[in-house]
C-alpha cells in the first residue's frame, strides 16, 4: 500500500463512515482494512507517545512511543472476545471478521482524534517549561482528557456500526452497554500497568501497584488541596 492510498483510507474512516460500514456488512476488503487500521494505529500512536515522552525526555521518549501503540492494540483486542460472544448470545449477526475490521476502524478514529491533539499538547508543554508538581498534574490530566474524548470518539464509532450492521435487529444493543464498560476498565487499568508516562525512569513499567481510579483521584485532591 502506498502513502496516498493509506491517508486517503484514513480519511475515508473519518468522513465516508457509511462506505467504510457497507464494506464490513458485505464482508469486502476485510483484511485491507484490519491491516490499514493497525497500521495507522501503531503509526499514530508512536507519535502521540513520542510526543508525551518528551515531557520527561531521555528513554522516555522511546518508551512511551512503544507504550501507546501498546495500549490501544491490546485494550481492544482484549475486549474483542467479549463483544463478539455476547453479541452472538444475544442475537447479533456479525462474524468474528467483521466484529474485527469493526473495532480495528473505530480504534484507528480514536489514535486520528489523538494525532489531531498533538499541536495543544506540544503547546502546553513548550509554554510551561518548569516542572513542577502543578505542571506535571496538569500535563497527566490534560492527557487523560484528550484520551477520554478519544475514547469516546471511538465508542462512538463502534455505536454506529453496530446499528448500521444489524439494521432492524437491535439485540445487540445489551451487548454493547456490557462490552463498552469492559473497554473501559481494560484500557484504564492497561494504562496505568503501562505507567510511567510523564517522568523519567530507566524500568518501562513501574512495580504494580494501586489502580489508575484511586491514582487520577489522588492527583486532583493534591493538586486541589496540596498534601
Same mark, same amino acid.
Given at each position: 500500500?502506498?502513502?496516498?492510498?493509506?491517508?486517503?483510507?484514513?480519511?475515508?474512516?473519518?468522513?465516508?463512515?457509511?462506505?467504510?460500514?457497507?464494506?464490513?456488512?458485505?464482508?469486502?476488503?476485510?483484511?485491507?482494512?484490519?491491516?490499514?487500521?493497525?497500521?495507522?494505529?501503531?503509526?499514530?500512536?508512536?507519535?502521540?507517545?513520542?510526543?508525551?515522552?518528551?515531557?520527561?525526555?531521555?528513554?522516555?521518549?522511546?518508551?512511551?512511543?512503544?507504550?501507546?501503540?501498546?495500549?490501544?492494540?491490546?485494550?481492544?483486542?482484549?475486549?474483542?472476545?467479549?463483544?463478539?460472544?455476547?453479541?452472538?448470545?444475544?442475537?447479533?449477526?456479525?462474524?468474528?471478521?467483521?466484529?474485527?475490521?469493526?473495532?480495528?476502524?473505530?480504534?484507528?478514529?480514536?489514535?486520528?482524534?489523538?494525532?489531531?491533539?498533538?499541536?495543544?499538547?506540544?503547546?502546553?508543554?513548550?509554554?510551561?517549561?518548569?516542572?513542577?508538581?502543578?505542571?506535571?498534574?496538569?500535563?497527566?490530566?490534560?492527557?487523560?482528557?484528550? +484520551?477520554? $474524548?478519544?475514547? =469516546?470518539?471511538?465508542? &462512538?464509532? @463502534? /455505536?454506529? !456500526?453496530?446499528?448500521?450492521?444489524?439494521?432492524?435487529?437491535?439485540?445487540?444493543?445489551?451487548?454493547?452497554?456490557?462490552?463498552t464498560g469492559v473497554?473501559?476498565?481494560?484500557?484504564?487499568?492497561?494504562?496505568?500497568?503501562?505507567?510511567?508516562?510523564?517522568?523519567?525512569s530507566l524500568d518501562?513499567?513501574?512495580?504494580?501497584?494501586?489502580? +489508575?481510579? $484511586?491514582?487520577? =483521584?489522588?492527583?486532583? &485532591?493534591? @493538586? /486541589?488541596? !496540596?498534601?
Amino acid at each position: 500500500m502506498n502513502r496516498e492510498v493509506f491517508f486517503e483510507t484514513i480519511a475515508r474512516y473519518i468522513q465516508a463512515r457509511e462506505s467504510v460500514y457497507q464494506d464490513i456488512k458485505d464482508k469486502s476488503n476485510i483484511t485491507e482494512h484490519l491491516i490499514t487500521s493497525t497500521l495507522a494505529t501503531v503509526l499514530f500512536g508512536l507519535l502521540y507517545g513520542m510526543v508525551m515522552g518528551t515531557y520527561a525526555g531521555g528513554i522516555q521518549i522511546f518508551y512511551d512511543a512503544i507504550k501507546i501503540p501498546l495500549l490501544l492494540l491490546v485494550a481492544v483486542y482484549v475486549s474483542l472476545p467479549t463483544f463478539f460472544v455476547l453479541n452472538g448470545i444475544l442475537g447479533g449477526e456479525l462474524s468474528f471478521r467483521q466484529m474485527a475490521a469493526l473495532f480495528a476502524v473505530s480504534i484507528t478514529a480514536m489514535a486520528t482524534l489523538l494525532i489531531s491533539f498533538l499541536p495543544v499538547t506540544l503547546f502546553f508543554m513548550f509554554t510551561t517549561p518548569e516542572r513542577t508538581f502543578s505542571s506535571y498534574a496538569f500535563t497527566v490530566l490534560l492527557n487523560v482528557f484528550f +484520551f477520554t $474524548i478519544s475514547g =469516546f470518539t471511538a465508542v &462512538a464509532y @463502534l /455505536l454506529q !456500526g453496530f446499528n448500521r450492521l444489524h439494521g432492524e435487529n437491535k439485540k445487540w444493543i445489551p451487548a454493547m452497554v456490557i462490552g463498552t464498560g469492559v473497554l473501559a476498565f481494560v484500557g484504564t487499568q492497561l494504562a496505568w500497568v503501562l505507567r510511567p508516562y510523564f517522568h523519567l525512569s530507566l524500568d518501562f513499567i513501574a512495580p504494580p501497584s494501586g489502580n +489508575f481510579y $484511586i491514582a487520577l =483521584f489522588g492527583l486532583i &485532591a493534591r @493538586l /486541589l488541596f !496540596g498534601g
